[in-house]
């Protein structure tokens, strides 16, 4: 059977009856692939405008709505300090939780912890957006008001490590360990690790996305460029319009 303008748009209407459309639109790169030896214009038929407009016509039918995760807000922040209170124990980034996933090469040094007047920094080695493997400098500020960073990063550092803030009396935990996150026991934490305990604080619609999307609000809320990363809904797009002057170029950048 040759692969035809008509004959793609039949598959496509008969499949996106079965399974999602967007799978749907997967298949037919798949077919081009495997068929285009055979059939020299396949690619040219599976663009046309029939087969095109077909796939946009079963997405709209059979589409189903994207379930996105709410941004984490000030005030969920506020939620997990208060607890913090009268904690030491903490962690953040975290190793996957398949071991044969795992790489050290990836994980924050203690060492690489930097003091500035403004804040504080760190050095991650890598991650999925470091298409050069380069790593990069994360740089803290110091904020006014509740959800400041920095003291809850030197009341972790001090349970860790005396040395790292230059203090000569502290109950260190583990001075010696070169990792910059860990647990209580010692150990870099999982993912599985920190989503259990942000489940106890969140409802479900509140997760790993959301730390992202809860920054690019903030941004935007408080008047950064809107060329970083943005979910533009009206509530984004009403915050970036009526938001204060714009955040200092290299705050932008490190923030996103």
Same mark, same amino acid.
């Given at each position: 059977?040759?692969?035809?303008?008509?004959?793609?748009? +039949?598959? =496509?209407?008969?499949?996106?009856?079965?399974?999602?459309?967007?799978?749907?639109?997967?298949?037919?790169?798949? $077919?081009?692939?495997?068929?285009?030896?055979?059939?020299?214009?396949?690619?040219?038929?599976?663009?046309?405008?029939?087969?095109?407009?077909?796939?946009?016509?079963?997405?709209?039918?059979?589409?189903?709505?994207?379930?996105?995760?709410?941004? !984490?807000?000030?005030?969920?922040?506020?939620? =997990? $300090?208060?607890?913090?209170?009268?904690?030491?124990?903490?962690?953040?980034?975290?190793?996957?939780?398949?071991?044969?996933?795992?790489?050290?090469?990836?994980?924050?040094?203690?060492?690489?912890?930097?003091?500035?007047?403004?804040?504080?920094?760190?050095?991650?080695? %890598?991650?999925?957006?470091?298409?050069?493997?380069?790593?990069?400098?994360?740089?803290?500020?110091?904020?006014?008001?509740?959800?400041?960073?920095?003291?809850? +990063?030197?009341?972790?550092?001090?349970?860790?490590?005396?040395?790292?803030?230059?203090?000569?009396?502290?109950?260190?935990? +583990?001075?010696?360990?070169?990792? !910059?996150?860990?647990?209580?026991?010692?150990?870099?934490?999982?993912?599985?690790?920190?989503?259990?305990?942000?489940?106890?604080?969140?409802? =479900?619609?509140?997760? %790993?996305?959301?730390?992202?999307?809860?920054?690019?609000?903030?941004?935007?809320?408080?008047?950064?460029?809107?060329?970083?990363?943005?979910?533009?809904?009206?509530?984004?797009?009403?915050?970036?319009?009526?938001?204060?002057?714009?955040?200092?170029?290299?705050?932008?950048?490190?923030?996103?």
């Amino acid at each position: 059977m040759e692969p035809t303008e008509e004959t793609l748009s +039949f598959f =496509v209407v008969y499949m996106c009856s079965h399974i999602s459309p967007d799978s749907v639109d997967s298949y037919l790169s798949g $077919i081009c692939n495997q068929l285009e030896d055979h059939f020299p214009d396949i690619r040219k038929n599976r663009n046309s405008r029939l087969v095109s407009k077909t796939l946009a016509g079963c997405k709209r039918l059979r589409g189903s709505a994207k379930k996105r995760k709410q941004p !984490l807000t000030i005030h969920h922040l506020i939620t =997990v $300090i208060n607890w913090l209170q009268e904690r030491v124990s903490r962690g953040e980034l975290t190793y996957p939780d398949k071991k044969e996933l795992r790489n050290t090469c990836q994980v924050s040094q203690r060492d690489s912890v930097s003091w500035c007047p403004t804040g504080y920094g760190y050095f991650l080695p %890598g991650h999925k957006a470091d298409a050069f493997f380069e790593g990069n400098t994360l740089i803290i500020e110091k904020l006014n008001g509740p959800t400041d960073p920095h003291k809850p +990063f030197c009341d972790y550092l001090r349970s860790c490590d005396y040395r790292a803030l230059n203090i000569t009396t502290c109950d260190a935990l +583990f001075p010696y360990h070169p990792q !910059l996150w860990l647990r209580a026991n010692g150990t870099v934490p999982t993912r599985s690790w920190f989503m259990k305990r942000l489940r106890k604080f969140f409802p =479900v619609n509140i997760a %790993g996305q959301s730390m992202r999307a809860g920054g690019a609000t903030r941004l935007a809320e408080s008047g950064a460029m809107p060329h970083i990363y943005i979910r533009k809904n009206p509530i984004l797009l009403q915050g970036m319009i009526h938001s204060r002057p714009a955040f200092n170029e290299p705050s932008t950048a490190i923030a996103r």
